[in-house]
């Protein structure tokens, strides 16, 4: 319906305005893409598009953002949507204005209007690939680029607070939130030889269930592909425990714009789990009978002794073979 398609397009709306067009009213014109998309899908003139927008506006602006398609409107927007540069899901970045408090744009409180598309795939939960498009908007005062999940500032990249709906593991792909938290309780409760060969299951395990949906509804001209590769699911391991790791904190996850991916994360990590190892686990001071052993040795003295867990294949945690070693390893191959 008209209503239901306004309301999934409301930031495509938003976004070509003028400045001076406020962000909380609905605007009083609709920018040409999406003029041409619904004449098209909801077979009506362009002049009636324009006039139902005039009189339904105000009821669009007020619903919540729609994150849920009908098949048919998955369909509109394969045929009439594409070609225009819109799909069912097109990530934004959470934010409108600079947040940059030196920056002259910041105190203006002028919006972001400078954009950038981008082709992406989305890896959700239930739907399987789908093909989408993300929108970067950049600064043009102090040039740092917001982006879906996080915003870059020369070499720095800052993650916006809370959990992200999609969690972006590669330049084009993202996973949905509700899919990474499916592969991380995988990893909990699954019998797996290791980390490694699990992560390669849930990439398998993925690529099987894309089996299940229609052909006819692939997007084949759709630039990237739907597969979905081993180091992506790690990324959206280590990504989604950080951020988590950070919101319980109430701080932002920063971490450096440059290298590998994989690489980015290493400072962190290793921080994290100093972090850990020192205050991080409540279970560290205690003490009870059921889980120390105290005993007399021979020369008459009281000892006591703690139960620990000592392969580290085990936990997937490979370690030196020189005791209390505390370099890292070179490798984690056995």
């Not at 506006?57 to 398609?69: G, H, N, R, Y």
């Not at 972001?112 to 959700?124: M, R, S």
Request: net charge negative; glycine share 4%; with cysteine.
């Amino acid at each position: 319906s008209f209503l239901h398609c306004t309301k999934i397009l409301k930031e495509d709306i938003l976004q070509p305005q003028p400045h001076h067009v406020s962000i909380f009213r609905a605007p009083p014109f609709l920018p040409a893409s999406v003029t041409s998309f619904l004449a098209a899908s909801l077979e009506m003139p362009p002049e009636a598009v324009g006039v139902l927008w005039s009189l339904v506006k105000d009821i669009v602006w007020e619903l919540p953002s729609s994150t849920e398609a009908s098949a048919d409107d998955e369909t509109a927007f394969r045929i009439y949507g594409h070609e225009l540069g819109l799909t069912k899901r097109t990530l934004y970045p959470p934010i409108k204005i600079c947040t940059n408090h030196e920056c002259a744009a910041w105190q203006r409180r002028s919006l972001l209007k400078k954009e950038e598309p981008h082709c992406i795939v989305l890896f959700t939960h239930s739907k399987g690939a789908k093909p989408g498009w993300t929108i970067h908007l950049k600064c043009q005062e102090c040039n740092t680029n917001y982006q879906a999940s996080y915003s870059v500032n020369g070499a720095v990249q800052t993650y916006y607070r809370g959990m992200p709906q999609y969690i972006q593991v590669a330049n084009h792909q993202f996973i949905e939130l509700q899919l990474a938290m499916h592969w991380m309780d995988l990893m909990q409760i699954a019998y797996v030889f290791s980390l490694t060969s699990h992560t390669t299951n849930c990439a398998n395990l993925y690529a099987i269930a894309q089996t299940r949906y229609d052909l006819g509804d692939s997007d084949d001209h759709w630039q990237f592909g739907n597969t979905l590769m081993t180091e992506q699911v790690w990324d959206c391991f280590t990504l989604l425990a950080l951020l988590d790791d950070h919101q319980q904190r109430d701080e932002s996850l920063i971490v450096p714009h440059n290298g590998d991916q994989k690489n980015c994360f290493t400072g962190t990590m290793y921080a994290r789990n100093a972090r850990i190892m020192l205050q991080g686990q409540d279970e560290l001071p205690h003490t009870c009978l059921r889980c120390m052993c105290i005993f007399k040795s021979p020369d008459g003295g009281l000892h006591r002794t703690k139960v620990i867990v000592t392969d580290g294949l085990t936990v997937g945690c490979p370690c030196c073979a020189i005791p209390w070693c505390k370099n890292p390893l070179d490798n984690n191959w056995l």
